[in-house]
């Protein structure tokens, strides 16, 4: 019998979920404009696999890691005492989540897709799984305006809070300056708690997505046989799955992945200002 979580990794990892993922290309987009030949798409996967998804992951399973409590974190609002990188449970630890991940998403237009996607994923988890999901996202929210400017993090551009100066990503039109949207790889990791997915379970929903994200926009922007494409994602999976498996016991903000991708940073960046663009990222 197949685990129930098991079928829930299905469902987050399905396209059709109605999160806003058809809008975007993981800038693949961006990519070809710029001459990024179709044959080195999978190469453009792998890179993204090793960089910015990878960091992506990492957020989703410590955020999972905050909310479900089974790794080696401190008590709600506490720190362990020499205990560099140690986060603290739920709401406190979201928030410092939350601030790294702005630190290690320097382009603006990246951190803006992701707090979209995260208010399509927030909706979907508040409604699918109530008080589990809007709990933990709503103190992480709360946690995430009383950490003030915490230097490197808080100068990445990242959303306004009450009395701040940012609104970056997290503003909209006709929305109070003072609201706050988490990232989609955060409210992915507390949906992952609230589901009882494991830790590699949700790293690999992310990886997938990402991967899955990137060739189903090939299909419009570089139209082939779709039978290649389905080819293409299976090609990918074991990379999705060695990345899974790496990720899986991360507890500390200290060992989360930052590795930098300068060209989809560009990319994504020029995409943000182009006329006539297909997807929004």
Not at 24 to 42: K, T
Not at 75 to 104: F, T
Not at 234 to 253: I, Y
């Amino acid at each position: 019998m197949v685990a129930a979580a098991g079928l829930v990794q299905l469902l987050l990892a399905d396209a059709r979920l109605p999160v806003g993922g058809h809008t975007q290309s993981g800038s693949l987009e961006p990519a070809l404009r710029a001459g990024l030949a179709v044959a080195e798409i999978p190469g453009y996967v792998t890179a993204r696999l090793l960089t910015v998804t990878r960091t992506a992951a990492g957020v989703a399973v410590l955020a999972r890691a905050a909310v479900a409590g089974d790794a080696a974190m401190a008590p709600d609002g506490g720190l362990v005492p020499d205990g560099a990188g140690v986060l603290p449970r739920g709401g406190p630890g979201l928030a410092a989540i939350w601030r790294h991940w702005e630190a290690a998403t320097p382009a603006h237009a990246l951190r803006a897709a992701e707090v979209t996607l995260g208010r399509g994923y927030r909706r979907l988890g508040e409604r699918l799984w109530g008080q589990a999901v809007a709990g933990p996202l709503a103190a992480a929210v709360a946690c995430y305006g009383g950490l003030g400017d915490l230097g490197g993090p808080g100068d990445s551009g990242g959303a306004a809070v009450a009395g701040g100066s940012g609104g970056g990503e997290n503003a909209s039109q006709g929305e109070p300056a003072h609201e706050v949207h988490p990232p989609r790889p955060l409210v992915l990791g507390v949906i992952a708690a609230a589901a009882g997915l494991t830790a590699e379970q949700t790293a690999a929903v992310v990886g997938y997505d990402d991967v899955q994200t990137v060739w189903s926009a090939c299909a419009k922007l570089a139209p082939g046989d779709p039978v290649d494409l389905a080819q293409a994602v299976l090609t990918a999976l074991p990379l999705v799955a060695a990345m899974a498996a790496d990720l899986a016991g991360l507890s500390s903000l200290a060992d989360l992945p930052v590795y930098g991708a300068p060209q989809i940073d560009q990319w994504a960046t020029a995409h943000s200002q182009a006329q006539g663009r297909l997807f929004h990222a």
